[in-house]
């Protein structure tokens, strides 16, 4: 099926196109640069922003593609989780489009567009998926056995999202926003053993899957205050580079852990965190050591993009799952485990 997906629950404006598992465009706009100057993303400046680009970017991708609007199978979109009013406006085009062109539409969770994204890169994903979602509002293990609707947590983060530790860090250090992409850079001058920060419920008595990244990004905030208190220089890269370190350890760890526990031999790295380096050689080899297939998007579809959505609209239409209705709502806190929303009627 040909299907075009449209992304805005933060601040890129996605719009990619599928036919199937393979990919025709993947067309992004982003506003990050008007958030960077505030430290964080903004709602209203994200909602105007995705206002103004997403009509364009879907004609982008369209010609990209090299498809006309009515060769389309379906229309897919996150309808949730995200910022509220960022959210309604790709929601609100993606109806339009629907409705205008009469085709059918599917609201469907970024969060498991972040793992379907993988099909377009490495096929198809087989079942039961094991997946470790890491972004920027998100940290969990994940057990799939049906990627278009039965997502099940088997941990997540109690705290902070590894991505918002990423964020928060880079902070900490003047490394600017968004902070993932500048931590990955520093780090590879930087020595990760420079500094033993601590691997948050990696005890004995923790919880086997969930994490906790809240004390790893105070330990660090200390760790750095302490050395300005000394009027000593900050060693930038062995900061970045240990605490890179440490998130990847535990992220990896318990990843691996997940996999030989509930006998799956492959692993599902997804979200903009999997796009860090380190974490992706360190998943490597750890998993080639366990004996388990790694499977990472490529850097670009780990972050935020339509691309995503399409894939999962795709499967949806090729699996002949419900489509929604044209009422669907966009829920700011879809939970993980809900794949699609069907529409108002449907709900509770
Ligand atoms: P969510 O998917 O939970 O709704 P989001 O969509 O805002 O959140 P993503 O776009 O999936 O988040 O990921 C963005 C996050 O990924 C940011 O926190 C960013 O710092 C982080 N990130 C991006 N690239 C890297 C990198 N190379 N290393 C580490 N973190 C990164
Ligand atoms: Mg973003
Ligand atoms: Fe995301």
């Not at 364009?56 to 060769?71: E, H, K, M, N």
Request: contains cysteine; glycine residues 12%.
């Amino acid at each position: 099926p040909l299907v075009l997906g449209i992304e805005t629950s933060c601040d890129e404006t996605g719009v990619g196109i599928v036919r199937g598992r393979t990919l025709l465009a993947d067309a992004v706009a982003s506003s990050v640069d008007e958030h960077a100057r505030y430290g964080g993303v903004v709602p209203e400046v994200a909602s105007r922003a995705h206002l103004e680009a997403m009509v364009p970017t879907i004609r982008r991708a369209l010609r990209t593609a090299g498809v006309q609007a009515s060769d389309l199978d379906g229309i897919a979109v996150t309808a949730g989780p995200g910022l509220a009013g960022a959210l309604l406006v790709g929601v609100s085009a993606a109806k339009a489009y629907a409705y205008a062109l009469g085709k059918p539409l599917y609201g469907v969770n970024h969060l498991a567009s972040h793992i379907c994204v993988d099909q377009l890169e490495h096929g198809a994903l087989p079942e039961p998926t094991m997946a470790l979602l890491v972004s920027g509002g998100h940290s969990s293990l994940l057990l799939a056995p049906d990627i278009t609707g039965d997502v099940r947590p088997l941990g997540a983060t109690i705290d902070d999202a590894a991505g918002e530790a990423f964020d928060k860090v880079a902070r900490v250090l003047g490394l600017g926003f968004p902070g993932g992409p500048a931590i990955d850079r520093h780090a590879r001058e930087g020595d990760p053993a420079a500094i033993a920060f601590p691997r948050g419920l990696t005890g004995g008595r923790d919880p086997l899957y969930d994490f906790s990244f809240s004390g790893l990004k105070t330990a660090v905030a200390r760790w750095v205050e302490g050395r300005r208190k000394e009027g000593l220089e900050v060693p930038v890269a062995d900061v970045a580079a240990s605490f890179q370190e440490a998130v990847a350890d535990v992220l990896t760890r318990k990843a691996v852990r997940a996999c030989k526990d509930h006998g799956v031999d492959h692993l599902m790295i997804g979200g903009g965190v999997a796009a860090n380096s380190r974490l992706r050689a360190m998943a490597q080899r750890r998993c080639e050591d366990a004996g388990i297939r790694l499977r990472v998007p490529r850097p670009g579809l780990c972050t935020d993009n339509g691309a995503m959505v399409a894939a999962l609209g795709a499967e949806m239409v090729a699996r002949g799952r419900a489509a929604s209705d044209l009422d669907l709502p966009a829920d700011s806190s879809l939970p993980v485990t809900q794949v699609s929303m069907p529409g108002r009627a449907d709900r509770d």
